[in-house]
């Protein structure tokens, strides 16, 4: 799977739009880009995912350039709650679909 | 709906003793995986289950750990003989039939060898 890079910590002010890079600048066609999150003491939990077209949820937003080398993962009004490390994950066809590989991830620390 | 349940939540052994965890994934789901991470390093996968079947166990690290799914429910995880560098959080993970459908984690065991 494709590596990622992501900075290994950010800060928000509660209620600002938090914007969370990743770079991963071998991803292949058949890759989708996916976001997890982990709350301190708390499992993985998904947040979104996507391949080429931006995609929005409930929880966030997903931008991903056209070249498909970088994706951005918007907050859009942070919460103290949202304090967390985020994953980018590339998954794909080398992983047989099914295995997420996490790297370090960014830190977000979101303050009153 | 029930989420992803661990059991136990927290467990203290010695080196050498076995220890067994417990999956709950969500009912229906036909994939279950297992993920963990050892003090400082990344969350790593161990294996990942459809139904019964183990369909990848590339991520387990050797032969003291075992993992089973009998009848296709919930899993076991299996640590025996326990070593020091097996201390860690360890995840399971659920997801439905389908290649791109999230999964699903429960809470983790904090697993200590002393």
């Known amino acids: 799977d494709a590596k990622t890079t992501q900075p290994p910590s950010m800060d928000c002010a509660e209620g600002r739009a938090a914007n969370l890079p990743c770079n991963h600048s071998?991803?292949?066609?058949?890759?989708?880009v996916y976001w997890y999150r982990q709350i301190h003491s708390q499992g993985p939990q998904y947040i979104i995912h996507?391949?080429?077209n931006n995609e929005t949820n409930e929880m966030a937003s997903l931008i991903i350039t056209e070249d498909r080398k970088s994706s951005t993962l918007i907050l859009p009004h942070a919460t103290l709650r949202d304090t967390a490390v985020y994953y980018c994950?590339?998954?794909?066809?080398?992983?047989?679909?099914?295995?997420?590989?996490f790297g370090k991830g960014t830190m977000l620390l979101v303050s009153p | 709906e029930a989420g992803v349940t661990q059991f136990p939540s927290h467990s203290v052994i010695e080196k050498g003793q076995t220890v067994t965890l417990r999956c709950d994934p969500i009912?229906?789901?036909?994939?279950l995986y297992w993920y963990r991470r050892v003090m400082g390093k990344e969350i790593k996968f161990l294996l990942h289950?459809?139904?019964?079947?183990?369909?990848?166990e590339s991520g387990m690290p050797n032969n003291r750990f075992l993992a089973e799914r009998t009848g296709g429910t919930y899993s076991t995880l299996k640590v025996q003989p326990a070593e020091l560098e097996d201390s860690g959080v360890y995840f399971c993970?659920?997801?439905?039939?389908?290649?791109?459908?999230?999964?699903?984690f429960g809470p983790g065991t904090r697993l200590t060898v002393l």
């Open positions: 993970a659920s997801s439905p039939t389908g290649s791109y459908n999230e999964q699903f």
């Open positions: 071998t991803i292949s066609g058949n890759e989708y």
């Open positions: 996507g391949l080429k």
């Open positions: 994950i590339v998954r794909g066809l080398n992983s047989g679909y099914s295995t997420l590989t």
């Open positions: 009912s229906g789901h036909d994939n």
């Open positions: 289950f459809v139904k019964e079947s183990k369909q990848d």
